[in-house]
């Protein structure tokens, strides 16, 4: 019986987790599906502080439900109002989905079911671990990040950027929203400054404790959210024709002091991105700082939905079509 | 039945419902979040396999991944939303 | 210590924000990217053809712990080839895009694509190999809806989500491969994989992402739309490059890492898809009103014959019959990369000066544009498969080793793919050749109308002649533990 006492908060935890992601992409009404998947996003954050993955925990808060959720949101407002709903697959197309995934589902269950049962065989952990002194932080996931497996790292701020200039190549922003009431107005302004002091913490803590980098980007991107909506278009990132340099530096920032640093320690007769061992510490800070900073203006950007006023030099007022009737 | 075996089955059980949904979805937006739930199915089986009873420390290169993982979901969503909104757009020209 | 290979990835990476720094100067960045890339590329294979497989072990971390770049045989020719093809498109791209808006907005998206194709290539870690398939998948589908439009919107939106889905299934397998093997390195797992359920469900689940990817009938279902209606220069890089990458991680993959795993019953899963792309892709491509969606079913149609390789190889047991096919696998796809990149460029110059792409109105085609119909022509022979092209070399090998090994059933096929494709070219041709004033008076030789050429002769005479090369390279390899 105290087996199942001690379990059930899990067997809770992991139900309501099935649940709520079945309510969610089974919902037909678009708003509530993006309603429930934030709050999804909350409880999967439990789920990862429950999995002793605080780092997660973190960036799901700040990213999964909070980032994508007001992308999500905003989304909500370009719907048209009675958008046609497209036609949806035949029945016979729709048996072989549900078929298909349900043989997968048991096809994986059990094969996790095989190798999970036994006793955990030496996976990299323990390497991950033992080599951690060498690797200039003391947050295990922090080393595996910027050090272990920087490269991934790196590709993974490429990613990013692909994405965003992606977004502003697609067409312009979306319009601002209405300036926001006296005390919407005054919350905001105290809560900006938080926001970014939270943001310098998590940044600095990184190479100790959870946080890091991406948790760094996402909060200083959410109080750029905040500004946007409570009716300051600009929303922190440099604007004009005066700014337009600097958000483009901003953007490329963090993968261009990661190859930086990549190429500048090949000079020192290493690899590239092997790092001195007394030097990592800094370095990894230093890369750091410049993926906050980066993250935060494309995952900005990726909010106001599209290229901000005076991206291009002479920015044309629609985008011209391919050259084709 | 372990914690990491039960959380495994939990995240198997979101990826498919995800992918089953995405798949039959005919709407954007639903397809998105339908694609996110599935990622994070995959990412709850990344680490489930990391975990380990207190005492002894979790491995944390499926974290690692995982985080890689989620910041490479926002960027994607934010493509598949900008260009949702510039079809949409288009389509309000015809 | 092989530094060498970051720099097919590293240059245009970095080329790439110096274009978004400096939008005004993006084309002359992208075009001396695309020549250093190529340099680079081309050392990365002679290096490879003289001291056998490179290995990086990045940041100084043991491969598994850390992630090692890795060039072999296998992905120094793909990547001599990215580097061939791409530098003919760049120069291509600075006529196709010049004065257009969207200039600066492509030079960066598509250095972005060349990181991505590169580092897929060269990486030797399968978690990394996700990243880079994201990385790719985002930086197509960007180029793919520049050229605007409902539809060419409505397929990338569609490339998008499918993708997606596609290294999603890819990462559930890697998750799987990390709790049944301990490893993410390539090396070590090619090493440690037994035919256990894990490995079956992991290649299962990476196989099923990868074919979507790769556009293996019946899951080709985005590729024509996409293909067709991106702009000319992406278009070539997406039939050339893109779908390459992911056939090119399941040839690793089954093949290779999963050698011992894979069944010769399991080849047929992937065999017959492909013999039916065969037939059908090349069935529509005749059919296809536009010249850009007559290439794109076509790619269907070879990728298709890429599959059925594998599917043979697969059945094949180690030694030199199946390195044979290997070769002619390789061969095939160099071959159907370097034509239908001309393909492509050529039916952009068309389309470009006749303002649509509709095959039954491109009468005098072949008097107004003659190098440019003897471009299509002559990628069109490669694509066919008639002597002396790469394709025609690939075939033949493909016929024997069926013969050999007692395979009829791809006979006919491979007859009837072959047949359907002269007969698409020849109604091409035989539009292109009638009289009509479609697509204006002859013109001078035009600088964009170069590159095409030089690949489509890459395509039908360099490598049919030059085939003996490969032959050496592709048996070095990384990571097939049990020999070829």
């Given amino acids: 019986m105290s087996g199942l006492f001690t379990w059930l908060p899990d067997l809770l935890l992991a139900a309501m987790l099935v649940g709520l992601g079945w309510a969610t992409v089974s919902s037909t009404d678009l708003r509530r599906s993006v309603a429930l998947f934030i709050a999804f996003g909350l409880l999967l954050s439990i789920a990862w502080a429950r999995l002793r993955a605080p780092d997660l925990a973190l960036a799901e808060a700040a990213l999964g439900a909070g980032l994508s959720g007001a992308l999500l949101l905003a989304a909500l407002r370009d719907e048209p109002p009675a958008g046609a709903v497209p036609e949806g697959l035949p029945r016979w197309l729709r048996t072989l989905v549900d078929l298909l995934a349900a043989s997968l589902a048991l096809a994986l269950a059990w094969v996790l079911w095989e190798t999970l049962s036994e006793p955990a065989p030496a996976r990299l952990g323990e390497a991950a671990l033992s080599a951690l002194e060498r690797s200039g932080v003391s947050n295990p996931v922090t080393a595996v990040l910027l050090n272990y497996r920087a490269y991934d790292t790196l590709l993974e701020l490429v990613v990013v950027l692909t994405a965003v200039l992606g977004v502003v190549t697609l067409g312009r922003e979306r319009p601002g929203y209405r300036r926001a009431g006296p005390v919407l107005y005054s919350l905001v302004r105290w809560l900006v400054p938080l926001l970014i002091l939270a943001a310098g913490y998590l940044l600095w803590i990184g190479a100790q404790a959870p946080g890091g980098a991406f948790q760094a980007g996402a909060t200083l991107a959410a109080a750029s959210v905040m500004l946007r909506l409570s009716g300051i278009d600009s929303a922190g990132l440099p604007n004009g024709l005066a700014g337009r340099l600097v958000l483009r530096v901003t953007l490329s920032a963090g993968v261009g002091l990661f190859l930086l640093v990549g190429l500048g320690v090949m000079g020192t007769g290493r690899g590239f991105l092997h790092y001195p061992p007394a030097w990592s510490g800094g370095l990894i800070l230093l890369i750091e700082t410049a993926a906050t900073l980066a993250i935060a203006a494309a995952l900005a950007l990726a909010f106001r939905g599209g290229r901000p006023a005076g991206w291009e030099a002479d920015d044309p007022d629609h985008s011209p079509r391919e050259r084709r009737p | ?94 | 210590m092989s530094d060498l290979l970051i720099w097919p990835i590293v240059t245009p990476l970095a080329a790439a924000l110096l274009a978004l720094v400096w939008p005004s100067r993006a084309t002359s960045i992208g075009i001396v990217a695309a020549g250093l890339t190529l340099l680079s590329t081309l050392r990365v294979a002679w290096q490879v053809s003289r001291d056998g497989v490179l290995e990086l072990a990045l940041g100084g971390w043991s491969p598994g712990l850390g992630i090692a770049l890795r060039a072999d045989g296998l992905s120094a020719i793909l990547l001599a080839m990215s580097g061939l093809v791409s530098m003919a498109v760049a120069v291509y791209a600075s006529v196709y895009f010049a004065g257009s808006a969207q200039r600066a907005g492509f030079w960066t998206l598509w250095l972005l694509l060349l990181t991505a194709l590169h580092a897929l290539f060269l990486s030797g870690d399968l978690f990394n190999v996700y990243v880079t398939l994201e990385l790719m998948g985002l930086a197509a589908v960007g180029l793919a809806a520049l050229g605007g439009g409902r539809e060419a919107l409505q397929a990338a939106l569609r490339y998008l989500i499918l993708g997606l889905l596609g290294s999603l299934a890819f990462l559930a397998g890697v998750a799987v491969v990390y709790a049944g093997f301990g490893s993410l390195d390539m090396a070590t797992l090619a090493g440690v994989a037994a035919p256990v359920p894990a490995a079956w469900v992991a290649l299962t689940l990476m196989t099923g992402g990868l074919i979507i990817k790769a556009a293996l009938f019946p899951l080709h279902i985005w590729l024509p739309a996409a293909h067709a209606n991106a702009p000319a220069p992406v278009s070539a890089m997406l039939s050339a490059l893109v779908v390459k990458a992911a056939l090119y991680l399941v040839v690793r993959l089954w093949l290779e890492i999963f050698d011992g795993v894979v069944t010769s019953a399991a080849a047929w899963v992937i065999g017959v898809p492909g013999g039916i792309a065969v037939v059908w892709g090349s069935w529509a491509a005749l059919r296809a009103a536009r010249l850009k969606l007559l290439a794109a079913f076509s790619t269907v149609a070879q990728l298709g014959y890429l599959f059925l390789f594998i599917a043979l190889a697969a059945g094949l047991p180690a030694g030199e019959p199946r390195a044979a096919v290997m070769t002619a696998l390789v061969l095939m796809a160099i071959s159907h990369g370097f034509a239908k990149s001309a393909f492509f460029l050529g039916a952009g110059i068309v389309m470009q000066r006749a303002g649509h792409d509709r095959i039954a109105e491109l009468g005098g085609t072949a008097r107004a544009l003659p190098l440019t119909t003897f471009t299509l022509a002559l990628a069109g022979v490669a694509l066919v498969g008639l002597p002396p092209s790469g394709g025609f070399l690939a075939k033949w090998q493909l016929l024997t080793t069926a013969i050999a090994s007692g395979q009829w059933i791809w006979l006919p096929v491979v007859g009837l793919g072959t047949l359907l494709a002269a007969a698409y070219l020849f109604r091409l041709l035989g539009h292109a050749f009638a009289p009509g004033e479609g697509v204006g008076p002859r013109l001078a030789v035009g600088r964009e109308e170069i590159p095409a050429l030089a690949l489509a002769l890459t395509a039908t005479l360099l490598l049919g002649l030059g085939a003996a090369g490969l032959w050496e390279l592709i048996p070095v390899s990384a990571y097939a533990g049990r020999g070829l």
């Fill in chain 2, 1 to 94: 039945m372990s914690l990491t075996l039960l959380y495994a089955l939990t995240g198997t059980a979101l990826f498919l419902l995800g992918l089953r949904a995405t798949l039959l979805h005919a709407g954007l937006l639903a397809r998105v979040v339908a694609l996110n739930v599935s990622g994070a199915g995959v990412f709850l089986i990344l680490v489930a396999i990391a975990y380990r009873e207190a005492g002894q420390p979790v491995d944390p290169i499926p974290q690692a991944l995982v985080l890689t993982g989620l910041v490479v979901a926002v960027s994607a969503t934010a493509l598949a939303l900008a260009l949702h909104r510039r079809l949409i757009k288009e389509q309000a020209h015809e």
